[in-house]
C-alpha cells in the first residue's frame, strides 16, 4: 500500500464484511440446485433471493457476524414479519437461541484489522464454496 493509499474506513469494512458474510451465509445453505429453505416458514428460494435473517439483530454486534446467529429467511418472514424472532428460536432450539440472546447483550468491539480477517476469512470460504 503507497503511502497515498487510504485505508478504508469501519465503516466501508462493515459493509462489505455484512456483504459477503449474507453471500456466505445462503450459499452455504444452499443444496446442489441452489436452493435454500427458509428456517422459519420452510419455503425454498434461490439463494440469490433469499435473505441472511438474524436471530437476534445486527445492531448487536458481538453476534452479527455469529453463523449460529444468521440464517437462510425469505423476504417476507425476515422484513414483512420481521424475522419471526418466535419461530426463528424454535428453529435454534431454546438452548441456542438463550446462549445468543445472553451474548447479544455483552458488549464486544472489534477492531478494523479483525474486520479484515473476517472478510478474508467469509472470502476464503466463498471461493471454496465454488
Known amino acids: 500500500m503507497s503511502k497515498y493509499s487510504k485505508k478504508p474506513t469501519r465503516s466501508k469494512l462493515v459493509t462489505k464484511l455484512d456483504i459477503i458474510f449474507s453471500q456466505y451465509t445462503r450459499r452455504?445453505?444452499?443444496?446442489?440446485?441452489g436452493f435454500c429453505t427458509c428456517v422459519t416458514c420452510g419455503e425454498k428460494h434461490h439463494w440469490k433471493k433469499i435473505q441472511a435473517g438474524h436471530f437476534m439483530s445486527r445492531k448487536h454486534y458481538s453476534i452479527r457476524w455469529?453463523?449460529?446467529n444468521v440464517k437462510p429467511q425469505c423476504v417476507s418472514c425476515n422484513v414483512f414479519r420481521a424475522g419471526e424472532q418466535?419461530?426463528?428460536s424454535?428453529?435454534?432450539?431454546?438452548e441456542l437461541a438463550n446462549e445468543l440472546y445472553l451474548q447479544s447483550k455483552e458488549l464486544k468491539?472489534?477492531?478494523n484489522s479483525d474486520l479484515e480477517e473476517m472478510i478474508s476469512h467469509y472470502s476464503d470460504e466463498l471461493k471454496k464454496l465454488g
Do not use: P, T
Open 109 to 111: 468491539k472489534f477492531s
Open 86 to 88: 418466535y419461530k426463528y
Open 28 to 33: 452455504s445453505n444452499a443444496d446442489d440446485s
Open 66 to 68: 455469529d453463523e449460529r
Open 90 to 94: 424454535i428453529y435454534l432450539g431454546l
